[in-house]
């Protein structure tokens, strides 16, 4: 069973920091060969792609509305994801939640279907 745990939520106000974090259990499965991303979910509204990092030259993808404020890493040796967060906006409030794709050596489409296994999540609250 694959296991994410997500850190690093909490409340900030707008135009402030938050740094996100992901850590898979190394006994479930090989992280370097997937794509990972990050959605979020706000009160009412379906869950959202946020950002994501590939396999293969770790390339980032995201989302138009956090472009240029938030940046998603990865660090193969210590099996975990990253989402900086900054200028933050409070529609940027959620519930934050990493993933992994479905399958391995894959990447290319950035939909919530294409996740596969899903951490538990962590609230982010940007107050105005």
């Known amino acids: 069973q694959v296991q994410l745990v997500e850190a690093g939520g909490g409340l900030v106000q707008a135009g402030g920091s938050l740094r996100l974090s992901c850590a898979a259990s190394?006994?479930?499965?090989?992280?370097?060969?997937?794509?990972m991303g990050w959605f979020r979910q706000a009160p009412g509204k379906e869950r959202e792609f946020v950002a994501a990092?590939?396999?293969?030259?770790?390339?980032?993808y995201y989302t138009d509305s956090v472009k240029g404020r938030f940046t998603i890493s990865r660090d193969n040796a210590k099996n975990t994801v990253f989402l900086q967060m900054n200028s933050l906006k409070p529609e940027d409030t959620a519930v934050y939640y990493c993933a992994r794709y479905s399958n391995a050596l894959t990447s290319g489409s950035y939909q919530a279907r294409d996740f596969g296994s899903w951490g538990q999540g962590t609230q982010v609250t940007v107050s105005s």
């Open positions: 990092i590939s396999w293969k030259d770790a390339m980032t």
């Open positions: 190394r006994r479930t499965f090989s992280f370097s060969v997937y794509t």
